[in-house]
């Protein structure tokens, strides 16, 4: 009998069925238009583009535009690919420009669907941004769609690592520009550390189509992307702690699986303050709860965390003499992704690799912060509906799901369970040798390369010949994938999010031509084409007949979208198709997430070994705890982003006031504005209000009168004089530092004066901000214990964060009037002593004045790669020739030290007196 809820539907249809039925009124109005825009030539088509583009730039609105473009980037399609979209791909793109999340099957045409949206937006002129998540699919969907937009007389672009300044500057001015979700926040926050604005790279954050959404917005939204620079090396430290904790007994520490946490015991304590003072590395009578030992606290922890919670081939793998991470989602290497906080130098430590210095945070942000800055965001993915709560509470984003193009014919099998890992593997192998028998190609779903390494030893045991994808294999992906089909193929892969390739039953036709012409450069392409496609269709019907593609996973994954990707890569566009589940009460989550009821059942069963039960309860019961584990891991991420929400605020104010300062022409205003506030302070504390004369001290604002604001003024006769109160100090005090700056503008002249100002208002900025990051690191790590007072975490973390802002201000507006009250032109003699320094220098070290340094590598910590140049890059740079007359910062400032010229604007004059700019001298990377 139905429910009400069930009737309601059969009768309505769901809030999705009417979504879809409301947005075929205007997939009729494109297919309506297709006669029309079939007419066109080619230049007809590039001509309609500009045509809506300068409608689209009139004001007329993109909705209204909608039916015309999609069926003009249709046909431009139908030309360039020979693709023509169906209606369910028109409905996913419509979605996605809607602000939506299109959830499409596996093998839909996710990549083709994009193109439509992404021309229809990028006709403002404000660029779109298509989001990937690697590198190889970034690439490789800028190629093949750029055959599209080329056609359509748009231009492309794609941003990859390690990407030649101007080309990536290209490569955003571009209408279309695809990226990673990683280079596109660390371009954010490099951009948001350039001293002039020239030298960025993004241009806004106008519409992003982020592909595989729930994988870069709800997976990866777990770590922010951090730019780091190098701290003091402790590897010495780290490989003394990682020697003792072999030693460490069961009863020393606790684990916890569920939370992924591992922490000392009471006995745990005491047996390390014993040992750590034996081995030197705690002083003699210092305990382990003393403040000075921190440090040592703290690289303990890690080191048991490296040992317990990070397994080797699972979490990371060791290559090169490099410990590289591993993306547990799509089972592919984060190279140059690094753990923070001391975490990753632990593992390095354990593994007896080379251990690279820690890092100190740069700049920072989440993912989610990042993303919400577009002022349109969409996405598509195959597996969305469970987290659909998430993606509305976080980023506003609806899911709609999109109908197939056929109906699937894919039969799903309920999750058969057994007693023990053996029992479960040999069953496994069975399976695959009863499938691979009768020619059906099995795709074998693995969660860690460990246990993909292992099954291929039992398959080769048994003389069955397979391929193994996995972070070992990755440069293979793609071949491994396009062969994954073929008649009699066993696969094993560790995680299929985000693969990029389809599994095409009877093999891939374009790889099987790209082999074909390698190994016969000679062959004629239409003739190899032509016999590769009649093979291909008799392998095919041979792979049909045998039941399409068989799925095997070997264990449920903590999430069911990863469980659901895997089981979405058979059955594509109406294939038949087979997925089943082996489980065992060994694996991961059935030991974890309370297996043992389940193990009372099998026991009163009295099941015999190697016997599995299967029942539709059981596949209930392990969703329910999937879903505890989603909705611990959806409450990590909304603590997490409460948390950057209060940097974030603070973060955006900062980049804000940069990107102002950096397109002001002249910030004198600024900067006078600074110097009067610091006046005001100063007054403030030394004479405060509604306080007499005699409670003044005079003295004391003398003299921070000369060491802050540059001037020698007679305050204590001021104090001294009738009628003088705080007021009119005040007002002299700004009298006398306006008059001292406006003599600096006729020594250095207005546009040098201008720069001056500008360079060492962003250089201050930049260094205030990375001292305010650390200190909000550590208010947050510390914030978490004032809820044993009673008292709110979050509340104090903004309440003293929001303080930590206004005492960094305070500090900022006070070091540039220092600054500039001190700057002056070099004398002569200084000139020449200089000189006579920097030619010892240069016989010293053989160092040549047109030298140029390298461009340094990027420094990496918790999730990613420094920003090029900065610091390192000026550090390297060698002497030059004689240098001109250039403003100094008293102290410290060298015309031909590097290290002390601080941060130079890209387009100022060199310091070094060449004539050139400093971006063509000391500053190339």
């Not at 990549?111 to 970034?138: M, R, W």
């Not at 620079?229 to 699986?257: A, C, K, M, N, W």
């Not at 989602?329 to 007896?352: C, N, P, V, Y």
């Not at 990027?858 to 890059?873: D, F, K, L, M, S």
Request: aromatic share 6%.
């Amino acid at each position: 009998m139905l429910g009400l809820g069930a009737i309601a539907k059969k009768v309505f249809g769901t809030p999705n069925d009417r979504k879809v039925k409301a947005t075929l009124k205007i997939v009729e109005r494109i297919n309506a238009l297709e006669p029309e825009f079939e007419a066109l030539t080619d230049e007809g088509i590039k001509e309609r583009t500009e045509a809506l583009a300068t409608r689209a730039r009139g004001g007329e609105k993109l909705d209204d535009l909608l039916p015309e473009a999609f069926a003009n980037c249709r046909e431009a399609a139908r030309r360039a690919l020979g693709l023509r979209a169906f209606d369910v791909q028109l409905l996913g793109g419509i979605f996605l420009h809607q602000g939506n999340i299109s959830e499409m099957k596996t093998g839909e045409g996710k990549t083709l669907v994009a193109t439509f949206p992404a021309y229809l937006n990028a006709l403002s002129g404000k660029g779109v941004h298509v989001v990937t998540v690697n590198d190889y699919l970034a690439r490789r969907d800028a190629d093949w769609m750029a055959k599209v937009y080329n056609a359509l007389g748009l231009t492309v672009g794609v941003v990859v690592p390690q990407q030649p300044e101007e080309e990536k500057r290209a490569a955003y001015r571009a209408d279309i520009t695809y990226a990673t979700n990683n280079e596109l926040g660390f371009d954010y926050l490099r951009d948001n550390m350039r001293a002039s604005k020239e030298e960025m790279a993004q241009r806004g954050h106008n519409y992003a189509i982020v592909d595989e959404v729930d994988s870069i917005l709800i997976d990866e939204a777990r770590t922010p992307l951090i730019i780091s620079g190098p701290s003091e090396d402790r590897s010495d430290l780290y490989t003394r702690v990682d020697q003792l904790i072999p030693e460490i007994q069961d009863e020393h520490f606790t684990l916890d699986e569920k939370q992924r946490s591992v922490t000392f015991t009471d006995e745990g304590n005491e047996w390390l303050e014993t040992r750590l003072s034996v081995a030197g590395i705690l002083p003699e009578g210092q305990s382990l709860y003393d403040p000075e030992s921190t440090t040592i606290v703290h690289h303990v922890n890690q080191g048991l965390r490296a040992h317990k919670l990070f397994q080797k081939d699972q979490n990371y793998i060791v290559r090169n003499d490099e410990v590289v991470l591993i993306d547990e989602f799509t089972g592919r290497m984060m190279a140059g992704r690094r753990l923070s906080d001391g975490l990753h130098q632990a593992i390095e430590a354990k593994e007896g690799v080379s251990i690279q210095p820690e890092n100190v945070t740069l700049a920072s942000v989440t993912f989610q912060n990042y993303f919400r800055l577009y002022a349109k965001l969409s996405g598509m993915t195959g597996t969305a509906a469970t987290e659909a709560e998430e993606f509305m509470s976080i980023y506003g984003l609806g899911v709609v799901e999109v109908p197939t193009n056929r109906p699937i014919a894919r039969a799903d099998e309920h999750d058969a369970v057994y007693r023990t890992a053996a029992e479960k593997y040999a069953a496994i192998v069975d399976e695959i040798r009863g499938a691979h028998e009768r020619g059906q190609p099995v795709l074998v779903g693995t969660t860690s390369i460990e246990k993909s390494e292992m099954l291929s030893d039992l398959l080769t045991k048994e003389g069955l010949t397979h391929n193994v994808l996995n972070a070992r294999q990755h440069e293979q992906e793609a071949q491994i994938v396009a062969d994954a089909g073929k008649f009699g193929a066993i696969t094993i892969a560790t995680n299929m999010a985000g693969r990029g390739t389809d599994i095409q039953l009877g093999g891939n036709v374009e790889m099987k031509v790209l082999e074909a012409l390698a190994a016969d450069p000679e062959a004629d392409p239409d003739t190899a084409r032509s016999r590769i496609e009649a093979e291909h269709a008799d392998e095919k019907q041979r792979v049909l007949e045998a039941g399409g593609l068989f799925v095997l996973a070997t264990e449920r994954h903590e999430s069911r979208r990863i469980d659901n990707q895997l089981r979405g890569r058979s059955g594509r566009q109406g294939d038949p198709g087979r997925s089943a589940f082996f489980l065992s009460l060994d694996d991961d989550l059935m030991r974890i997430f309370g297996s043992e009821r389940l193990e009372k059942v099998l026991s009163s069963l009295g099941m015999k070994e190697g016997e599995a039960i299967v029942h539709p309860w059981v596949n209930k019961s392990l969703e329910r705890a999937q879903a505890k584990v989603e909705g611990r891991n959806f409450d990590i991420r909304k603590q997490l982003l409460k948390f950057d929400d209060v940097m974030n605020d603070q973060r955006k104010a900062v980049f804000e006031q940069r990107l102002e300062i950096m397109e002001a022409e002249d910030i004198g205003e600024i900067a006078q504005d600074m110097r009067h506030q610091v006046v005001d302070d100063l007054v403030d504390e030394y004479m405060p209000p509604k306080t007499y004369s005699d409670q003044w001290d005079g003295q004391g604002l003398y003299v921070a009168a000369i060491e802050t604001l540059g001037v020698d003024v007679p305050i204590m006769e001021w104090t001294e004089e009738d009628g003088v109160d705080q007021e009119v100090i005040r007002e002299r005090l700004y009298a006398a530092t306006d008059k001292l700056m406006e003599e600096k503008v006729e020594v250095f002249g207005t546009d040098q004066m201008r720069q001056i100002e500008k360079q060492f208002l962003l250089q201050t900025i930049d260094a205030k901000w990375r001292e305010h990051l650390l200190t909000l690191e550590h208010l947050r790590s510390v914030v978490g214990f004032r809820g044993y007072a009673q008292r709110d975490p979050l509340n104090e973390y903004k309440t003293e964060g929001f303080q930590l802002f206004e005492n960094m201000l305070d500090s900022l507006r006070v070091e540039v009037t220092r600054k500039l009250a001190k700057v002056r032109p070099l004398s002569d003699e200084e000139r020449k002593a200089m000189m006579d320094r920097l030619i010892a220098q240069q016989r010293g070290a053989g160092a040549t004045p047109e030298g140029t340094p390298s461009r340094p590598e990027p420094a990496t910590a918790g999730a990613a790669p420094q920003a090029p140049g900065g610091e390192a890059a000026r550090q390297a740079a060698p002497a030059a020739a004689i240098p001109a007359a250039v403003a100094a910062a008293a102290p410290g400032f060298v015309e031909g030290d590097p290290t002390t010229w601080g941060n130079p604007g890209r387009n100022d004059p060199c310091p070094c007196g060449s004539g050139k700019k400093f971006k063509h001298c000391h500053g190339a990377y």
